[in-house]
């Protein structure tokens, strides 16, 4: 009994000692709190013995009735309650959070700032929080440079928050980066938000060359949200794009848009989107041809074609093979005659000075396959035909083939073999169509496409005498013989083991000038872009390059192997060159 | 006027665990004919591949986060379906991807597609390895669009079902909508959820539309205002959301003995990246 009686003597003496649990009264009040009885939850807050309690139990009572304070607008109240948590608990982020949404409501961002930098360097989960509120602060007490860099954490951490983005976006200080930051995310799917933060930009007093870059943004995100002309008066842009008329920066610019949209198809109208030449520009022309095409006008949807083209200097492959569709679906084949033998030299001088076969390929095919089905065979020197225009995507699939270095190859599709060989045969090249058949078909076995294989030899499978030539009669029987067996194939993939990314720079500074996140974070991205797998991963680490400072990225200066950019340190530019060479 | 609403929210703390969310079952399937033809047993190897990354576009942030998107389960009762198509174009056909969507109570037609390869287009049909990242390509594209997913959300997930029932709280007029906050992932200032459901006495139908939604994790949901009404004589919105003498008459026309069949569904979505915030404070410790 003794003992008994001393043992509970001990417990109540511990008990004593430890401060007063009050967790579930606050999470009582709590509960009252997230129903909306304020007042209920604040006269039990106030009711809880604060005495006995811990330091960090005392903080936690103290925001949880700043809370209250806070929802029944007290804001006096719920700053002072604020104040006593953090000085309770000096490392209490949530509390200092919520005192520095108080004081930014109530005018003071500079203190909410400094409250926020802690927060943000504090070890807590809510780190990007306070990093995102942190920047709002700092931009309202008007340290814009601090503001960039904390939106641009937030916007890396969070690659698909839009808000983060824009604000990112928003607060850069060169209207060039902003255009390329603008356009990266129009082009990621986001052109509505684009288009809005780019007009209210454009108000700002930015230089000649600042705002056409991002009225250039505005006529790309129109291309992109696929603006009908005949809605586009009730778009929010029409509206905004007048209001700004005013400035004689970009009146002539909105004035052309606004003709544009409103049907005017007269190329000697748009020379102000001509110095220089803008290809967004250019996609809101397709586009209105696209909406135009879609509406079955197509008088209208020509027209916008053609002007397309014309802007391009002959040069656009997407407008030429639009323009040739419409013509092919009238059965206009002397205006399709004429459209290749206008357009064909310009845009092949660019397709293969840029050496985009992969574009030229596509070109050929299109109208090769149009050709063919117009039963236009021709001949392989003439570009008004089927045989001229197949046989050239065959060429431009070899040439691509030839010069890539890792990476897929563009594939003969079986379809366009088919359509070349119905060519030859249909103009008396029999032998042509034969070689043709049987070349592919072997071409096609070694990479174990059997389908595409017999589906060419189909044909002489059918009629075997067509196989005049001994030589062809002897693959033909090789490659049918290897197509009746199981196929096996022996693929070696060289990939490379390593590879140097080589930076270099030129121009007013160095690269070693910049700060030393900045430079790891650029050769980060940079070493993604190169070795990025799919698209979408290169995309995102070119957007992080546009994000790091980093100008002038453009497909034309860019590439796996190499590239040139620019970067501006402290006011001057950096020209750089990027070289990967493969170990 | 207290005791009952102390009685209504007794109710509310008193709700059991929350259900899982609704499972939606989506898959990519290849019907055009030439593709068929051309890939042969490597088809189902690339409607797999595809299956997967649409699992992927769905689940993301920017997507749908707060349904869960499975593959595979024959159970789940609502489905989405992305076909390769084709149908008569110019002097050939062109190739789509058509989003199907089936729920419990049937299939609307198919207003979502895409032409995926024009009638020219050089196709290598029978070449997986040429398919498979084109198709990738074009779905991630769709997806990363904003307009797209607007689209996908007024075709298909506003149509699911998040929760069949909802609560009335009549001190605060507020309505608690049984998903939890951290299931729902919705930001206040954007989302926006739709109640239907009809009058038990006369089958009328009612509807009323949600906003901003609030953490009330007590209860394992959300609390949110109203912001439309349109139930027989009461219909208002959406500005002001709730004027006082509306806000009376709410509780004698909405309530469990007089509406049957609630429906709560999402038609406005936006992820919600700080989590526990209102205007970037945040609700709790």
């Known amino acids: 009994m003794r003992t008994i009686v001393a043992l509970a003597v001990l417990i109540a003496a511990a008990a004593a000692a430890q401060p007063l649990a009050i967790g579930p009264s606050i999470r009582d009040a709590r509960k009252s709190l997230d129903a909306g009885r304020t007042a209920e939850a604040l006269a039990a807050l106030e009711a809880i013995d604060k005495s006995q309690a811990s330091n960090r139990d005392q903080a936690r009572l103290w925001f949880y009735t700043a809370r209250a304070h806070e929802d029944l607008g007290d804001e006096q109240s719920a700053a002072a309650d604020y104040t006593r948590a953090i000085d309770l608990e000096p490392t209490y982020g949530a509390a200092m959070n919520n005192l520095a949404q108080l004081l930014v409501r109530r005018g003071d961002a500079a203190r909410a700032a400094t409250l926020l930098k802690t927060a ?23 340290d814009i440079a601090a503001a960039r860099t904390a939106y641009a954490e937030v916007a890396i951490a969070q690659p698909d928050n839009v808000a983060a983005q824009l604000n990112a976006i928003r607060t850069l200080d060169d209207p060039l980066r902003m255009a390329a930051a603008l356009a990266k995310l129009s082009n990621r799917g986001e052109p509505a938000a684009v288009e809005s933060l780019a007009l ?9 060359r600042g705002k056409r870059a991002l009225l250039g943004v505005v006529a790309g995100a129109l291309a992109r ?7 586009f008066d009730a778009h929010p842009a029409a509206t905004r794009l007048a209001a700004l008329r005013a400035d004689p920066l970009l009146a002539g610019g909105i004035d052309e848009i606004l003709l544009l949209m409103h049907g005017e198809v007269d190329a000697a109208r748009y020379s102000w989107w001509r110095s220089p030449h803008d290809d967004r520009f250019g996609a809101l022309i397709k586009d209105l041809g696209a909406s135009w095409t879609g509406a079955g006008e197509k008088a209208k949807a020509e027209a916008c074609y053609k002007l397309a083209l014309d802007y391009a200097g002959g040069r656009d492959a997407d407008a030429f093979v639009e323009l040739a569709d419409l013509y092919f679906a009238q059965k206009r084949l002397a205006d399709l005659d004429a459209l290749a033998q206008t357009y064909e030299r310009p845009m092949f001088a660019e ?50 083939n030839r010069e890539l270095k890792w990476g897929q190859k563009i594939s003969v599709d079986p379809k366009t073999i088919e359509l070349l060989a119905a060519g030859y045969a249909k103009v008396n090249k029999g032998d042509r169509a034969v070689a043709l058949r049987i070349d592919s078909a ?36 090789e490659v049918t013989e290897t197509l009746t067996k199981p196929m096996s194939i022996d693929i070696t993939i060289n990939f490379p083991d390593f590879i140097d990314v080589k930076l270099t720079s030129s121009g007013e500074a160095r690269l070693s000038d910049l700060p030393r996140p900045t430079l790891q974070g650029i050769q980060n991205a940079l070493s993604t872009f190169v070795t990025g797998d799919s698209e979408d991963e290169r995309d995102r680490a070119e957007y992080k390059l546009l994000q790091l400072g980093v100008l002038n990225l453009t497909a034309a200066t860019m590439s796996r192997s190499s590239g040139d950019f620019e970067v501006v340190v402290g006011g001057k530019t950096v020209k750089c060159h990027y070289a990967v060479t493969v170990q | 006027m207290t005791r009952l609403a102390s009685a209504v929210l007794v109710m509310l703390i008193a709700i059991p665990a929350m259900a899982e969310p609704p499972k939606v079952d989506v898959r990519f399937v290849i019907e055009a004919r030439e593709f068929v033809d051309g890939l042969g047993k490597s088809r189902s190897t690339v409607e797999r591949a595809l299956s997967v990354l649409l699992l992927d576009e769905c689940r993301t942030q920017k997507s749908f986060p707060f349904i869960q998107w499975v593959n595979n389960d024959a159970a789940a009762p609502n489905r989405l379906v992305a076909a390769l198509v084709q149908r008569k174009a110019g002097a050939g056909v062109e190739t789509l991807i058509e989003y199907r969507a089936t729920f419990k109570i049937g299939s609307p037609p198919p207003t979502l597609q895409e032409v995926v390869y024009r009638w020219f287009d050089a196709k290598n049909a029978d070449v997986a390895d040429a398919v498979r990242p084109w198709l990738e390509k074009k779905i991630r594209k769709q997806f990363a669009d904003a307009a797209f ?21 009549n001190v605060t007029r507020r309505v608690f909508v049984p ?12 989302s926006e959820l739709a109640v239907s459901f009809f009058g038990k006495s006369d089958g009328r139908p009612g509807a009323m539309t949600l906003g901003q939604p609030q953490d009330y994790p007590q209860a394992g949901g959300v609390l949110c205002l109203i912001k439309t009404f349109n139930f027989g004589p009461v219909n208002f919105g959406p500005v002001p959301p709730l004027t006082a003498d509306r806000s009376e008459i709410l509780p004698q026309v909405f309530g469990p003995t007089k ?12 992820y919600k990246w700080h989590a526990d915030t209102s205007g970037g404070s945040l609700r709790h410790d």
């Open chain 1, 200 to 208: 209210d930009l454009l108000a700002k007093p930015f230089d000649a």
């Open chain 1, 351 to 400: 397709t293969i000075a840029a050496r985009d076969y992969g574009a030229e390929y596509r070109f050929h095919v299109a109208l090769g396959t149009m050709y063919a089905y117009l039963e236009r065979w021709g001949d392989e020197g003439n570009p008004t035909s089927a045989i001229f225009q197949l046989r050239q995507a065959q060429r431009a699939a070899a040439d691509y």
């Open chain 2, 149 to 169: 997913r607007a689209e996908l959300l007024r075709y298909f997930v506003s149509q699911i079902t998040l929760a069949d029932r909802v609560d009335l709280d």
């Open chain 1, 225 to 231: 949200q696929h603006v009908a002309p005949q809605r």
């Open chain 1, 442 to 477: 072997v071409a096609y076995a070694a990479d174990g496409r059997k389908t595409a294989a017999n589906g060419v030899l189909a044909p002489l499978r059918a009629e075997p005498s067509l196989i005049a030539d001994a030589s062809y009669r002897q693959r033909y029987d």
């Open chain 2, 259 to 270: 509406v049957r069949d609630v429906r709560v569904t999402m038609t406005n979505y936006l």
């Open chain 1, 120 to 142: 943000a360097a504090l070890d807590d989960p809510r780190h990007l929080l306070y990093v995102d509120n942190y920047a709002a602060a700092a931009e309202k007490a008007g």
């Open chain 2, 179 to 190: 998903v939890p906050a951290s299931q729902l992932l919705a930001d206040e200032t954007h």
